[in-house]
């Protein structure tokens, strides 16, 4: 390949301690770019079907993207894709920071791990020199002193992705951490932490070469204007981090209350955009070769949780640990993130288990004895009792450590009813009755409960023109259908999603054009055509796990409990018709199976 996506792939075989250098075909990088498509290749090819996500046949595979770690703004995205051991179906987590451009200069595209290590062991990449060691010092660490521990060892320039307690003791809610940013969802971490895989450290000195420098130095130009001149990128991100949007949520009745009970709730005014960004925010910090610097770090300075510092809080996070379990204390919401990162745990998962538990202990599904102390919602310290514990495995966070979906099998009676999942994965910080188009991306996310393989809600309420009916059926798979194969495309081309709120796919391919060379991708209607093709694949993996229309649902209560109060006060999702027509033009039939003359149009076998 010329330019920009060589398609060298390091595969590590931790039980034999072997590594081996391939290149994948042209025509393979053609057909799934990168990131997440060639993931979704690689995984639907090589897993044994119905594998156990926690055992050795399970791989990880980390993939970059063409625009991985070059000049192109906000191209720092790496995609770790796996079986998940929370959903047991596909997972792809995205990653930004320094980890992979750092892997794309040490000369690889792709990072494959199969296999299991007999003890606990770090892999070290330094360009071609690959090294199996001992992790047996690092057992028990937490990820920021695993990541201290291992640049002390090997140099601050190496870059560091590693689990916490929570892989280490196979967590379904266990993610990676790498130097500050997560490969949150659906519990790859727990993964790493079956393979007795401790921590990737990397450092690379290569480089990466431009196809045709001139126009992807023009396309690149053009890229960073639009970004400054954005009033979302070039303006309200950069001021207040992923939390700029807070405040809108809140009164649109799309930020959820007390797991989804869609209650009134005043402790907006003391979490919302302004106050954080006064009262906590100390500096803001950028992934790799990004302008939009939405990253910011903030510290407690007085109170219970003084001292308390975090890369953060996200939006999500600020829901999660927030209205989600009814606190409305900032700092309290910083000590939970930083809890999460500390124990290597997906915070938005965790804050969604934390307010369902709250529910169960208010309902009598579960006691005081049970959990080992009071449970309720505006409780902080409870909640920050319970990440502890979900972070530890101990006690009561056994149960709840599970996820929501598996919990509420273990605690039983009608707790199902509110456990707030599709497909296993904790909802995020939206709720669909409030915009319908989200309830139908939520129902047919390959990974599950997700806003980050399409997000409607954008067209349907902060849209300053050209915005849709929010409480309206009518549009939204066109929609949906539409989102999901761009997100898959972003995905796979190392580019931060934040950027596409401010770039047309016009720009886009520009880039990829001009720095890969390669001319398929200079065309819009072909990348949209190879997101489909991926979208379709992580279809056909799911089903080969088994799941189906059955799956591609919502939690009971967003279809049968009508919101209480707020704009969408009496309604609730009505999921069906827009199901049927989003399997109608996505080409499946009407158990959301991918035609023949679908996959025969996309080049697909099942």
């Not at 065309?523 to 991926?534: F, M, N, V």
Request: negative net charge.
């Amino acid at each position: 390949m010329a330019g920009g996506y060589t398609g060298k792939l390091l595969r590590i075989d931790l039980g034999k301690r072997s590594h081996s250098v391939e290149n994948i075909p042209e025509e393979i990088i053609k057909k799934y770019i990168g990131g997440k498509g060639i993931s979704a290749y690689l995984l639907y090819k090589e897993l044994p079907a119905k594998c156990d996500p926690l055992g050795p046949e399970n791989i990880l595979v980390f993939a970059n993207g063409p625009l991985t770690g070059t000049l192109a703004p906000a191209s720092s995205r790496v995609t770790v894709s796996t079986k998940s051991p929370l959903t047991g179906g596909w997972l792809d987590s995205n990653c930004g920071g320094f980890w992979g451009p750092e892997l794309k200069y040490a000369g690889y595209d792709v990072l494959v791990i199969a296999g299991c290590a007999e003890k606990p062991t770090v892999v070290v990449i330094e360009d071609e020199t690959i090294r199996f060691e001992s992790a047996a010092e690092l057992g028990g660490y937490d990820c920021p002193k695993t990541e201290k521990t291992l640049k002390e060892k090997y140099g601050a320039d190496h870059r560091v992705a590693c689990i916490g307690p929570a892989g280490e003791n196979r967590l379904p809610l266990a993610g990676i951490i790498a130097e500050g940013r997560a490969f949150g969802r659906g519990g790859s971490g727990a993964v790493m932490g079956s393979k007795n895989l401790k921590a990737i450290v990397v450092r690379g000195r290569g480089s990466v070469e431009i196809a045709r420098y001139e126009a992807f130095l023009t396309a690149n130009n053009e890229a960073m204007n639009e970004l400054t001149i954005n009033p979302d990128t070039g303006g309200s991100r950069p001021k207040y981090g992923t939390n700029n949007i807070l405040s809108a949520m809140d009164v649109l009745g799309i930020h959820p209350v007390h797991n989804f009970q869609g209650i009134p709730w005043s402790g907006a005014e003391k979490l919302n955009e302004e106050v954080l960004a006064d009262q906590y925010f100390k500096k803001n910090k950028a992934c790799f070769a990004c302008p939009i610097r939405c990253s910011k770090v903030s510290r407690v300075d007085s109170g219970k949780y003084k001292g308390s510092v975090v890369e953060g809080p996200e939006y999500e996070n600020v829901w999660s640990f927030g209205a989600q379990c009814g606190n409305a204390d900032p700092g309290a919401v910083i000590e939970a993130e930083r809890l999460c990162d500390f124990y290597g745990l997906d915070s938005i998962s965790v804050g969604n288990a934390v307010g369902f538990a709250m529910e169960c202990y208010e309902r009598g599904l579960i006691t005081e004895n049970q959990v080992g102390f009071a449970l309720k919602f505006t409780d902080d310290d409870a909640m920050i009792k319970l990440v502890h514990l979900m972070g530890t495995n101990e006690g009561f966070g056994q149960v709840i450590g599970r996820g929501v979906k598996q919990a509420a099998a273990i605690i039983g009676k009608n707790a199902a009813d509110f456990a707030m999942h599709v497909k296993g994965m904790e909802l995020p910080a939206y709720d669909p009755r409030s915009a319908f188009g989200m309830g139908l991306a939520y129902a047919t996310s390959d990974r599950g409960g997700c806003h980050l393989r399409a997000f409607p809600v954008g067209a349907e309420v902060l849209q300053n023109r050209g915005r849709m009916d929010p409480f309206s059926t009518e549009y939204k798979a066109d929609l949906v259908k539409s989102q999901q194969e761009w997100f898959a495309i972003v995905d796979s081309i190392g580019l931060c999603l934040f950027a596409t709120f401010a770039l047309t796919p016009r720009q886009v391919t520009l880039l990829l054009a001009g720095l890969t060379g390669i001319e398929e991708f200079a065309s819009a209607d072909y990348l949209i055509t190879a997101g489909e093709r991926i979208y379709n694949l992580t279809r056909l993996f799911n089903i080969r796990e088994g799941f189906g229309k059955k799956d591609d649902t919502l939690p009971s209560r967003l279809l049968n409990e009508p919101m209480p109060s707020g704009p969408a006060k009496g309604l609730t999702v009505d999921l069906e018709p827009m199901l049927k027509e989003y399997y109608y033009i996505r080409g499946w039939d009407e158990e959301g199976v991918p035609k023949k003359e679908t996959l025969d149009r996309l080049g697909l076998k099942q």
